[in-house]
């Protein structure tokens, strides 16, 4: 429930300092792709253009129903800018293995199907079975 409100407050304070809508908020060293749904985005730019304080205090309260957020996978780290990589074997394409041939079929899927036996459950319900039967 924390990063819940962590995020509702950062949309917040995202969109009052830098008046816009932010598409990406980040919590506590993760990133969070956010989803407006419907056309609540424009309503908030909207209320931001006319300066309607009100109107955006409106759509603050409604903000919690109207996102959906998602974390986003820590990229890595971006290489240098004015070095290229060595080549290595590991960035060079690798051939995919040969195909196995199909498995045969087994010996008891061939077998005609006969009358099945059935099986007790459980060992208690077998010699549950085993005591109603007649006794010699």
Avoid: C
């Avoid at 962590?6 to 792709?33: D, F, G, N, S, W």
């Avoid at 240098?80 to 060079?92: L, Y």
């Avoid at 061939?110 to 007790?120: D, F, H, L, Q």
């Amino acid at each position: 429930m924390r990063t819940d409100s962590a995020i509702l407050h950062e949309i917040v304070r995202i969109i009052q300092e830098r008046a816009h809508v932010p598409e990406k908020v980040r919590i506590r060293t993760k990133q969070y792709q956010i989803t407006y749904l419907e056309d609540h985005r424009q309503r908030l730019e909207e209320a931001m253009r006319r300066h309607d304080s009100d109107r955006l205090g409106m759509l603050f309260g409604q903000l919690p129903g109207r996102i959906k957020y998602q974390m986003l996978k820590a990229s890595r780290k971006a290489k240098p800018s004015g070095k290229s990589a060595p080549k290595s074997a590991a960035s060079k394409p690798v051939a995919k293995p040969a195909s196995r041939p199909a498995p045969k079929a087994s010996k008891s899927a061939s077998k005609p199907m006969g009358k099945a036996k059935p099986k007790p459950k459980s060992r208690a319900a077998a010699r549950a079975g085993g005591k109603n039967r007649a006794r010699a």
